[in-house]
Every structure is written in C-alpha cells, then in structure tokens.
C-alpha cells in the first residue's frame, strides 16, 4: 500500500527564517511520482513540483528548494527567507499509477 | 491554455437532500479527472477518478457517485446527504495517470 507521511501539523516560523517541511512516502512501486503542492487561504491547490523516482536530483526554483532522497523515502520541501505570503497548508503527495494520494498536510504559519 | 471550473462554490444543505456539483475542463482533450475531498484541517481523500467517458473508478464506498457524460465533464452526486458528507470537494485533472493534478477552485458543502 501506499502512504505519505507529513509529520509536522503546524509550523510558525519568522518571516525571514529558513523552514523545512518534512515528507516521507512508502511504496511497492519503482516507478512512481511525487509532488509538492501549496494551499493558501483561498482554497485553490497549486501544483508546486514533480519528481520521478528516478531522478534524485535536488531542485531549486527561486526561494524554494526539494531534497529526494531515495535511501530515506524522504521528499522534503526548503522555503528559504520566508515571507508572509508563504503561510498556506502544504501538501506532499505520491502517484505510483493512476492515483494521487496526499500527506495530511502541513499548516505553514510566516509571521512579520 | 487550460482551464478548470466547478461549482457551485458554496452550499448548504439539508441532510437527506440531494447533491449535485459540477466540474469542467476547457483547453484539453481527454484528461484524467479527479474527486477529491478535505474535511475541515485534514488532507486530501481521493474519491472518484476516470480516464475516460463513463468509465469511474471509485475509491471509498459511500452514499456518493460520479458520472463523466462529456469527455471534459465531470459529475459528483448523492440521493440523500449524510452529516458527514460536509467537507471542501476538489475537482482535478491531469494530462496523464501521473501527471500533475490541477485543481478546481473547490465547493464548500455543508449538511445540516
């Protein structure tokens, strides 16, 4: 079967703080998929990045930043100099086939 | 450029009235299409999914159902609402089966 695991519920970090959002998956497939999307207050999901599981890779796009490590079945997910704009729910999720299933989510608080 | 819509945004209703919520998909042929719900502070539940006209797949038993009478259509129902059908319904799409989701802009029901 099939699982993500966001172990953090909530953070609250300071705007201008570095936050890492922790995401750790269990499959039976070798082939497989995973994601990170964003949730602000609006509601709307926003697809953030893709990774295949056989590009480990880590990416950068502007302040944010993906760490896939195979060895740990672990995808975190880095926001650097955090803005307040950041505060949304962010969500892991994996795909081995047909469906996406999603990590419960992590409730990312960015004070000023 | 591709588009998702669904609606109604918000609703309440009565337990033991029906349910109808819409979703479509402009700018795409054939997409994979998705059912999603998030209950109030938790993660994403898939619901339905189908990879064609008329054909469904649906993940958790329930008093729900879904139909797909156009290749961009996509339709979640019930006869008779339950409490715990109250929730933030998200409809998807996706180029392919791993492919990133794209999400609607969500429907708020709630039952009372």
């Known amino acids: 079967a099939q699982k993500v695991t966001q172990a953090q519920t909530e953070i609250s970090v300071v705007e201008k703080e570095d936050v890492t959002l922790d995401c750790v998956y269990e499959?039976?497939?070798?082939?497989?998929?995973l994601f990170w999307y964003k949730q602000p207050p609006s509601g709307e999901l926003v697809f953030l990045i893709r990774?295949?599981?056989?590009?480990?890779q880590n990416e950068i796009s502007g302040r944010y930043s993906w760490n896939f490590q195979k060895s740990t079945s672990s995808f975190n997910f880095t926001i650097t100099a955090s803005q307040v704009v950041d505060s949304a729910v962010y969500f892991c999720a994996l795909n081995g086939g047909f469906k996406t299933i999603f990590g419960a989510g992590t409730r990312l608080f960015v004070k000023a | 450029s591709q588009t998702i819509h669904q609606w109604p945004a918000t609703l309440v209703q009565p337990v033991g009235s029906p349910l109808s919520l819409e979703c479509t998909v402009e700018g795409t042929s054939n997409p994979n299409l998705y059912w999603y719900r998030q209950a109030a502070g938790r993660g994403l539940q898939l619901l339905f999914y189908s990879v064609g006209i008329g054909q469904i797949s649906s993940e958790v038993p329930q008093n729900l159902s879904a139909s797909r009478p156009q290749d961009r259509q996509f339709i979640l129902s019930s006869k008779k609402l339950l409490l715990s059908d109250s929730g933030f319904y998200l409809c998807a799409w996706s180029r392919g089966p791993s492919g990133e989701l794209f999400f609607g802009e969500g429907s708020r029901l709630t039952v009372l």
């Open positions: 990774r295949n599981s056989f590009d480990e």
């Open positions: 499959t039976r497939d070798t082939t497989y998929y």
